[in-house]
């Protein structure tokens, strides 16, 4: 909020002495008052049309959990809290990983898993607009997010623990950083706490110079096919994918084969994203106008002109989202072994 100005003067009777001594005390209350206001109300340059996130400077590389690590014990008590409130299934004893798991990033187990499973996600009535709705929705796909990859994800031999939810109103800040950062609207997924952050306010209406997915289209098909990135960013840690790319990436020399990695895994989780759609089509549901939808969408998002190139271009956002609904392949979201025009 921007900072309240209290306003001091001297009384007529003060010596001259105290009247100086006040207006020195004005002076430099008005200077930290315009410094707070400043620091809450200026807004960096930011892309016009939102994208989606898991920027590069917010990672710090995490082993992928095995069976006895103590998956949970960063997550943040909000995350904690709508994880246990909104655990739909008894918790399950989950088999250790095989030895045979291969975590590379070209010949990865999970493009063996072939599709996700037609799962029951009714969306109903539900406006992107009003926090409550929005973050209850979210909860719940997220749900049923982990009834689609616990399975696939246990046929490729991987283990499958779910992600944790932070869903703040306005803003918040958690384990890799604030949410949304500032002057931005995306939603994150945390390795180091394996939880996925978000703002309903600034996803819907937007923040400083950011307009909001809202500001794209009211339907929240279109917001949670952005949460559904999100878990593709949880299934490449799970899989190892996210290690791989960060060791790459420690190893690599330039700048434009950083953000050639970054579009690989972005692009990827978009992917992800779109076969997870794909799965709900019938329930959430997700008719052909609706579909048509989602393909604009996603040719809107992605790297712009002036700003970093570490997500992929608006065509190739498309290009993969809706590879991902189409195929419902995880073979068919390998990234990895893209050329790269597909990945730019």
């Not at 590069?56 to 809290?81: C, K, Q």
């Not at 898993?113 to 009535?125: D, E, W």
């Not at 949460?227 to 791989?244: F, I, K, W």
């Not at 997870?276 to 048509?292: D, G, H, K």
Request: with cysteine; hydrophobic share 35%.
């Amino acid at each position: 909020a921007p900072g309240h100005h209290a306003r001091r003067g001297a009384g007529p009777g003060a010596a001259i002495g105290g009247f100086i001594g006040v207006l020195a005390g004005v002076f430099v209350l008005l200077i930290i008052a315009v410094n707070v206001a400043d620091d809450d109300d200026d807004v960096e340059p930011v892309s016009a049309l939102p994208k989606p996130t898991f920027t590069l400077p917010s990672i710090t590389p995490y082993r992928p959990p095995s069976s006895d690590t103590g998956y949970d014990r960063e997550r943040t008590a909000e995350a904690t809290r709508d994880a246990a409130d909104d655990e739909a299934e008894p918790a399950e004893v989950t088999r250790p990983e095989t030895t045979t798991v291969n975590r590379s990033l070209r010949d990865n187990s999970l493009y063996t898993a072939g599709r996700l499973p037609s799962v029951s996600c009714p969306a109903g009535a539900v406006s992107i607009y009003n926090h409550t709705q929005l973050k209850n929705l979210i909860l719940r796909t997220g749900q049923c997010m982990n009834r689609a990859w616990k399975p696939v994800l246990e046929r490729a031999g991987f283990v499958h623990r779910p992600p944790g939810y932070a869903i703040a109103a306005v803003r918040g800040r958690g384990a890799c950083g604030d949410y949304p950062q500032r002057g931005s609207i995306v939603p994150y997924y945390c390795p180091r706490n394996t939880t996925i952050y978000a703002s309903t306010s600034a996803m819907a209406r937007g923040s400083g110079n950011a307009i909001g997915y809202g500001q794209i289209t009211s339907w929240h098909g279109a917001i949670i096919s952005m949460m559904a990135h999100e878990y593709g960013h949880h299934v490449q840690y799970l899989t190892g994918l996210t290690d791989g790319w960060w060791r790459q990436t420690l190893e690599s020399t330039s700048e434009s084969a950083k953000l050639a990695l970054s579009r690989r895994l972005e692009l990827q989780a978009t992917c992800l994203g779109g076969m997870w759609m794909r799965s709900v089509t019938a329930s959430y549901p997700v008719p052909t106008s609706r579909r048509n939808l989602l393909y604009a969408f996603y040719s809107r998002v992605g790297d712009h002109p002036g700003y970093p190139r570490d997500h992929g271009s608006p065509a190739n956002n498309y290009r993969w989202f809706r590879t991902g609904y189409e195929f419902n392949s995880t073979q068919r979201c390998n990234t990895w072994r893209a050329s790269p025009s597909t990945v730019s």
